[in-house]
């Protein structure tokens, strides 16, 4: 009940949240759009779980993370199954924790109705196999503080194997084309993945932005990246991120806007 | 007849089981990352695809699987590991700023009496990148771990490449339960802010690459998961975090999940003007899409952090973090 408190002030801070007789515990981590069991129990003071103990379960968000500083009451988050329900002769209950497409700080508290006792633990909904993309000697990263997903540290996160394979392309392009120069990086994933929603909904466009496997190259002039980075020829770029191993039918030109390079085929996560 | 008989009997069961902590006072609930161990040991009712159990009676990791993973019939391999979570750690820390620019971290560790375990070691997660770096303790050993990159909880996540400072005791230095044990000492050129560290107990040795070798994949999976986030109890705590290209969304962003998350512990009340202040400026720079204003000269709630507290030291770290940003 205390969760549900924070999410009806979420807009404003989750600064009330537990009274004196909870407890913070460890962190879970749990994939975007998975369904997770795990096994809640009431315990004595020795650690012996108690058979057939009342409990109540709830989840919330913490906002302002996971790279979203936007919020509005239809903010999605965990949901948990059942949400009270009486621990077995062994003292357990299971429990399923869904997630959804969010990568976000999220928390589960789990109650004992019994004598009143609760504990809430923190949970990141995230891809968790996710690397900065750090190249500065061969690309500048824009489209930060544009669509209230913070600055360009948190809109540049991808997988080992896309991150590779852009630097590799940069590299191959910049040889060629412009050599002793940078590209521009706009968009890739989130920092912790999950859905890139651009217009601050929840929901796509931006669908396949949201595994860390795709990132966007800016071909446009008079934009977020200097003239001098502006990738000129396009169509070669896309060439050079097929051939480090990016997906060609999830791969392409969008004429004036970017090069759009991605390393996965979306039909392959959730979106 | 035969239905007050069932009654009974149902009563009389309930009261068994229940009996069986008979005498202790309940304690916080909480949740199990893998499937309960059957106190019986009987392994019929296991959940299939499920390798890895947790044995509260023992406190310790049980992994179970058939020899032939794909013949759930076949002969099972039962090893079981002792929880090095059995710990009850709080870190206290206090940070200076020196007349070179480099900080100076100091932190003291508590094991709490009703800890099952003593705490053999413990891990820091700072910038790996900061050529002042140097960890010291006067006893324990300390190894900076630079093999595998490290990985901030969820809230903590930077574009800093990370590196582990790990400390380990000698026996005769391990904390024991009721006991602490202080002196440990960072100097970086990092300001300060959020950071986990983790606490281990004395329970056994071994990597979770050595223990997870000889396993079958699907099942070193399961554990490697185990070992990595729910072996160890962890807590936040202030320490080296940004270097100096970190931007003030990237800090106001950590300030905001550590004070937050230290409400929620019972460690900071909420309703000072520091705690309040600061969540409200905090929260409302991140929502500004870069266009807010995070002055530390300017920010009230500062003066209002009580001496001598967690919120003073904290609202220096924040000052200090704030004037070295971008």
């Known amino acids: 009940m205390k969760i549900r408190l924070l999410l009806s002030a979420a807009m404003a801070s989750i600064l009330v949240m537990l009274t004196c007789n909870g407890a913070m515990a460890q962190s879970f981590l749990f994939a975007p759009s998975s369904s ?8 004595y003071s020795d650690g012996t779980p108690i058979p057939y103990c009342n409990m109540s379960l709830y989840t919330g968000y913490y906002p302002n993370t996971g790279g979203h500083f936007h919020d509005d009451p239809s903010h999605p988050y965990s949901s948990v199954t059942p949400t009270s329900g009486t621990s077995d002769a062994s003292g357990y209950l299971p429990i399923t924790i869904n997630t959804t497409l969010i990568g976000q700080q ?3 508290e789990v109650c004992d109705d019994d004598h009143g006792l609760c504990t809430i633990y923190v949970d990141g909904v995230a891809y968790f196999d996710l690397n900065f993309l750090n190249y500065p000697d061969r690309m500048i990263l824009v ?3 544009t669509t209230m997903h913070g600055d360009n540290n948190y809109n540049h996160w991808m997988t080992g194997t896309a991150s590779t394979g852009i630097a590799n392309a940069a590299a191959d392009y910049l040889n060629v084309y412009n050599p002793g120069g940078t590209i521009c990086a706009n968009d890739a994933g989130l920092l912790y993945g999950g859905k890139f929603d651009i217009n601050d909904n929840w929901t796509s466009p931006h669908a396949s932005h949201d595994r860390g496997t795709s990132v966007d190259v800016a071909i446009n002039y008079g934009g977020q990246c200097p003239n001098a980075s502006v990738v000129a020829n396009p169509n070669a770029f896309l060439q050079f991120c097929i051939a480090r191993g990016a997906v060609q039918g999830a791969s392409l030109v969008d004429p004036g806007v970017d090069v759009h390079c991605n390393w996965a085929d979306p039909s392959t996560y959730p979106h | 007849m035969a239905r007050l008989l069932i009654v009974v009997l149902l009563t009389a069961s309930v009261y068994t089981l229940s009996s069986y902590g008979q005498g202790q006072r309940a304690v916080a609930p909480g ?4 499937p309960p161990w059957p106190a019986d040991g009987n392994v019929n009712a296991l959940p299939p695809g499920r390798y890895v159990f947790f044995n509260p009676k023992n406190a310790e990791w049980v992994i179970s699987y058939p020899e032939t993973l794909a013949d759930p019939q076949s002969p099972r391999v039962t090893l079981r590991l002792g929880s090095r979570a059995q710990v009850t750690p709080s870190i206290e820390v ?23 375990t003593p705490i053999q070691g413990w891990t820091l997660l700072v910038p790996a990148q900061d050529s002042k770096l140097a960890a010291t303790h006067p006893i324990w050993g300390m190894h ?11 809230g903590l996540v930077t574009p800093t490449p990370l590196v582990a400072l790990e400390w380990s005791a000698i026996d005769t230095a391990r904390v024991m339960p009721g006991a602490g044990v202080g002196a440990f000492s960072v100097t970086s ?18 990597s979770s690459e050595q223990l997870t070798a000889p396993l079958p994949e699907a099942v070193a999976e399961q554990l490697r998961t185990i070992l990595t986030s729910r072996d160890t109890q962890v807590k936040l705590t202030l320490g080296p975090k940004f270097t100096p290209d970190a931007t003030k969304t990237m800090i106001a962003d950590n300030f905001h999940y550590g004070i937050s998350s230290l409400v929620q512990q019972g460690v900071l009340a909420g309703d000072t003007a520091f705690v309040a202040g600061a969540l409200q400026a905090l929260g409302s720079f991140l929502t500004s899409n870069g266009t807010g204003s995070l002055d530390p000269e300017r920010l009230d709630f500062m003066s209002q952090a009580k001496a001598g507290t967690e919120e003073a030291e904290i609202a220096n770290a924040l000052r200090w973090s704030l004037s070295a940003a971008k």
């Not at chain 2, 949740?31 to 893998?34: A, D, K, Q, R, T």
């Not at chain 2, 100091?106 to 009496?113: D, E, K, M, T, W």
């Not at chain 2, 900076?144 to 969820?154: F, V």
Request: net charge positive; hydrophobic share 30%.
């Open chain 2, 31 to 34: 949740i199990l990352p893998v």
């Open chain 2, 189 to 206: 050129s990092c300001s300060p802010g959020f950071s986990t560290a983790s606490f281990r107990g004395s329970v056994r040795t071994g």
């Open chain 2, 144 to 154: 900076s771990n630079t093999g595998t990159p490290a990985r901030e909880g969820p």
């Open chain 2, 94 to 116: 206090h940070i200076n700023r020196e007349s070179n620019g480099s900080f100076s971290y100091s932190y003291l560790i508590v094991n709490a009496a009703t800890a099952r």
């Open chain 1, 143 to 145: 489209g930060g503080n």
């Open chain 1, 36 to 43: 997770n069991v795990v096994y809640a129990a009431c315990y």
């Open chain 1, 106 to 108: 999220e928390a589960i």
